[in-house]
Nanobody, 115 residues
Framework: QVQLVESGGGLVQPGGSLRLSCAAS????????ASWYRQAPGNEREWVAT???????NYAGSVTGRFTISRDNAKNTVYLQMNSLKAEDTAVYYC?????????WGKGTLVTVSS
C-alpha cells in the first residue's frame, strides 16, 4: 500500500512561516490529486488546499493568499508553504494523496502558532 509521512510541523510565532512536506512511499506509482487538511481540537477535519495532476490549485478562504500547495512528482512529495501564520492556524495537518481512485492519509503533523 501507499504510505504518507508528513514532516515540518512545530511551534512557530504569529506572523512566522513553516513548510510542511508529505512524502509518499510504498506502492506509490503516480499521484493524481493531493490535498492538505487540518483539524483543530474539538473541530471536525477541514479541507485546506488541493493540487491536481495538472498542477491547478485551490484553497480554503481562510488560507488564501497565505498558504501555497505544490508538488514534486519525481520525489513523490507534496508541500504546503505557510506564511503569515495566525493562532487560529493551530491544528494537526494531514496529507491526502489519491492514486487510481483510492485515497491515502498520513498520520498528521502538529502545527502550533503561539507567542
Amino acid at each position: 500500500q501507499v504510505q504518507l509521512v508528513e514532516s515540518g510541523g512545530g511551534l512557530v510565532q504569529p506572523g512566522g512561516s513553516l513548510r510542511l512536506s508529505c512524502a509518499a512511499s510504498g506502492s506509490i506509482v503516480s499521484m493524481n490529486s493531493a490535498s492538505w487538511y487540518r483539524q483543530a481540537p474539538g473541530n471536525e477535519r477541514e479541507w485546506v488546499a488541493t493540487i491536481t495532476r495538472g498542477d491547478s490549485t485551490n484553497y480554503a478562504g481562510s488560507v488564501t493568499g497565505r498558504f501555497t500547495i505544490s508538488r514534486d512528482n519525481a520525489k513523490n512529495t507534496v508541500y504546503l508553504q505557510m506564511n503569515s501564520l495566525k493562532a487560529e492556524d493551530t491544528a494537526v495537518y494531514y496529507c491526502k494523496v489519491v492514486q487510481y481512485g483510492v485515497g491515502y492519509w498520513g498520520k498528521g503533523t502538529l502545527v502550533t502558532v503561539s507567542s
